[in-house]
């Protein structure tokens, strides 16, 4: 995996590749599901302020954010659902098939804040509480990722994270890639490497962190009044 380092973000902001849109697979006006993991982690809230009220807030500016991100792609915006879901209780070690089986029990019992639950044009997003996260070792140190799965197909993405900075890199980072390479690697991506995968930078967008990404004629998308981090680009 190639990514950009500091100084040939600045001053080199065209990366080398053209994408491909592959199969041209894409969520197209997606409608977003957010998925809190473990209720009794949530209720009351892990932290006095951090709530899912807290990540809801910020969803709008990630949401406006993600949003011009896929205009370039000629991709319609996502809507957030009103209500959101959480799962059960969890114990133990959580693997991303559990994930994957989670959302499938939502879309086949979906319950009324959730119509129309099989809708393939649903993206479901899992919110960890601070410190939960898979523990598949091909996931050490990662943040966040995207793929589908289940039968009936869900798409779906998860985030965990540590500070509040790095659960809305994550979720921009993924948001946008879940958008365009539902599937992948089926959608757009630059020599394989996903449109955010490739920046590896976030920067700050009206308050809140998000993730830099590469546009269709391969520049980089730095965010607005970016305070450069690298940390935060560590997602799938
Ligand atoms: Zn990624």
Redesign the pocket.
């Known amino acids: 995996m190639q990514t950009l380092t500091d100084p040939e973000l600045i001053n080199h902001t065209t990366l080398a590749w053209k994408p491909l849109p592959n199969e041209g697979v894409v969520l197209n006006g997606a409608r977003l599901h957010l998925v809190f993991w473990d209720k009794k982690s949530w209720n009351p809230p892990v932290k006095p302020d951090i709530t899912p009220s807290t990540i809801k807030d910020a969803l709008g500016k990630i949401v406006e954010y993600v949003s011009d991100a896929l205009k370039e792609y000629n991709i319609n915006p996502i809507t957030p659902d009103e209500q959101e879901s959480y799962t059960g209780d969890w114990q133990g070690d959580l693997k991303i098939k559990d994930i994957v089986q989670a959302i499938e029990g939502l879309v086949k019992s979906p319950g009324p804040e959730l119509p129309n639950a099989t809708d393939g044009n649903r993206l479901y997003v899992v919110i960890m509480p601070p410190g939960i996260r898979p523990s598949d070792p091909k996931l050490a140190g990662v943040n966040?990722?995207?793929d589908s799965g289940g039968n009936p197909k869900v798409h779906y993405a998860w985030v965990t994270w540590s500070k509040f900075d790095d659960l809305t890199a994550s979720l921009s980072?993924?948001l946008i890639?879940a958008c365009t390479n539902p599937e992948p690697p089926h959608g757009w991506t630059f020599a394989k490497e996903?449109?955010?995968?490739v920046c590896h930078y976030a920067g700050q967008y009206k308050g809140i962190q998000v993730?830099a990404y590469a546009k269709p004629d391969g520049s980089v998308h730095v965010p607005p009044r970016a305070k450069l981090s690298a940390a935060a680009?560590d997602?799938?």
């Open positions: 966040g990722e995207h980072h993924e890639e996903e449109i955010c995968d993730a680009g997602c799938a």
